[in-house]
Protein backbone atom coordinates (compact mmCIF):
# COMPACT_ATOMS: atom_id res chain seq x y z
CA UNK A 1 0.00 0.00 0.00
CA UNK A 2 1.23 3.31 -0.87
CA UNK A 3 1.88 5.90 2.09
CA UNK A 4 -0.44 8.75 -0.05
CA UNK A 5 -3.92 7.92 -0.65
CA UNK A 6 -5.43 10.02 -3.34
CA UNK A 7 -8.92 9.69 -3.16
CA UNK A 8 -10.67 11.67 -6.33
CA UNK A 9 -13.64 11.76 -9.25
CA UNK A 10 -12.29 10.48 -12.25
CA UNK A 11 -14.13 12.64 -14.67
CA UNK A 12 -13.61 15.42 -12.43
CA UNK A 13 -11.11 18.12 -13.81
CA UNK A 14 -9.11 19.04 -11.03
CA UNK A 15 -8.86 15.51 -10.10
CA UNK A 16 -7.65 14.82 -13.35
CA UNK A 17 -5.06 17.60 -12.73
CA UNK A 18 -4.14 16.55 -9.35
CA UNK A 19 -3.39 12.68 -10.53
CA UNK A 20 -1.24 14.25 -13.93
CA UNK A 21 0.53 16.02 -11.10
CA UNK A 22 1.33 13.28 -8.64
CA UNK A 23 2.26 11.06 -11.68
CA UNK A 24 4.87 13.78 -12.94
CA UNK A 25 6.48 13.71 -9.82
CA UNK A 26 6.58 10.27 -9.23
CA UNK A 27 4.95 10.33 -6.35
CA UNK A 28 3.98 6.55 -5.47
CA UNK A 29 -0.18 6.60 -4.63
CA UNK A 30 -2.88 4.32 -4.18
CA UNK A 31 -5.88 5.43 -6.32
CA UNK A 32 -8.87 5.62 -4.87
CA UNK A 33 -12.04 6.63 -7.13
CA UNK A 34 -14.84 7.79 -5.30
CA UNK A 35 -17.48 6.93 -7.54
CA UNK A 36 -16.22 3.03 -7.63
CA UNK A 37 -14.74 2.67 -3.95
CA UNK A 38 -16.90 5.00 -1.95
CA UNK A 39 -15.15 5.12 1.86
CA UNK A 40 -16.91 3.60 4.43
CA UNK A 41 -17.78 5.08 7.53
CA UNK A 42 -14.24 3.53 9.46
CA UNK A 43 -12.21 5.37 6.43
CA UNK A 44 -14.13 8.54 6.68
CA UNK A 45 -13.74 8.83 10.28
CA UNK A 46 -10.09 8.26 9.55
CA UNK A 47 -10.15 10.37 7.13
CA UNK A 48 -12.01 13.16 9.45
CA UNK A 49 -9.94 12.70 12.12
CA UNK A 50 -6.51 13.60 10.46
CA UNK A 51 -7.97 16.27 8.67
CA UNK A 52 -9.44 17.91 11.91
CA UNK A 53 -12.88 18.24 11.11
CA UNK A 54 -16.28 16.63 11.79
CA UNK A 55 -17.30 14.32 9.74
CA UNK A 56 -20.03 16.51 8.22
CA UNK A 57 -16.96 18.90 6.94
CA UNK A 58 -16.08 16.77 4.22
CA UNK A 59 -19.09 17.26 2.47
CA UNK A 60 -18.90 20.12 -0.33
CA UNK A 61 -22.01 22.20 0.42
CA UNK A 62 -21.27 23.93 -3.22
CA UNK A 63 -21.15 20.44 -4.92
CA UNK A 64 -23.97 19.75 -7.69
CA UNK A 65 -25.06 16.65 -5.59
CA UNK A 66 -25.04 18.96 -2.76
CA UNK A 67 -27.63 21.22 -3.67
CA UNK A 68 -29.77 18.63 -5.57
CA UNK A 69 -29.99 16.83 -2.15
CA UNK A 70 -29.91 19.23 0.26
CA UNK A 71 -29.47 17.65 2.84
CA UNK A 72 -29.93 19.01 6.54
CA UNK A 73 -26.13 17.56 7.62
CA UNK A 74 -27.11 19.24 11.40
CA UNK A 75 -29.66 16.72 12.05
CA UNK A 76 -27.37 13.70 10.65
CA UNK A 77 -25.08 11.84 12.68
CA UNK A 78 -22.04 10.12 11.60
CA UNK A 79 -23.26 7.12 10.71
CA UNK A 80 -26.02 8.69 8.70
CA UNK A 81 -23.82 10.97 7.20
CA UNK A 82 -21.46 8.17 5.69
CA UNK A 83 -24.66 6.70 4.31
CA UNK A 84 -25.36 9.86 2.55
CA UNK A 85 -22.27 9.91 0.72
CA UNK A 86 -22.40 6.00 0.46
CA UNK A 87 -25.30 6.73 -1.57
CA UNK A 88 -23.72 9.78 -3.60
CA UNK A 89 -19.79 9.85 -3.14
CA UNK A 90 -19.72 13.25 -5.28
CA UNK A 91 -21.01 14.90 -1.86
CA UNK A 92 -17.29 15.08 -0.68
CA UNK A 93 -14.86 17.52 -1.17
CA UNK A 94 -12.50 16.40 -3.64
CA UNK A 95 -9.45 15.18 -4.38
CA UNK A 96 -8.55 14.01 -0.91
CA UNK A 97 -5.02 13.33 -0.19
CA UNK A 98 -3.63 11.80 2.67
CA UNK A 99 -0.10 11.14 3.59
CA UNK A 100 -0.08 9.61 7.32
CA UNK A 101 -1.48 12.11 9.49
CA UNK A 102 -1.26 15.08 6.59
CA UNK A 103 -4.30 15.76 4.68
CA UNK A 104 -4.88 18.02 1.61
CA UNK A 105 -8.33 19.04 0.00
CA UNK A 106 -8.25 20.50 -3.43
CA UNK A 107 -5.55 20.77 -5.45
CA UNK A 108 -3.44 23.64 -4.87
CA UNK A 109 0.39 22.60 -6.56
CA UNK A 110 2.09 24.46 -4.16
CA UNK A 111 0.25 22.61 -1.16
CA UNK A 112 1.24 19.41 -3.04
CA UNK A 113 4.81 20.75 -3.68
CA UNK A 114 5.39 21.25 -0.17
CA UNK A 115 3.63 17.95 1.09
CA UNK A 116 4.68 15.36 -1.14
CA UNK A 117 8.34 16.82 -3.22
CA UNK A 118 10.15 18.58 -0.67
CA UNK A 119 10.19 15.70 1.93
CA UNK A 120 11.64 13.19 -0.79
CA UNK A 121 14.74 15.11 -1.46
Do not use: H
Amino acid sequence: MAAVVFYCVSTWRTCQKAKAWLSQNNVDFEYRDLLKEPPDLKELKKIAGIAGVQLADLVNPKSQAYKKLQPDLTILDDEGIAALIAGEPRLLKRPLLLQGKKFLSGFKEKEYEELLVQKRC
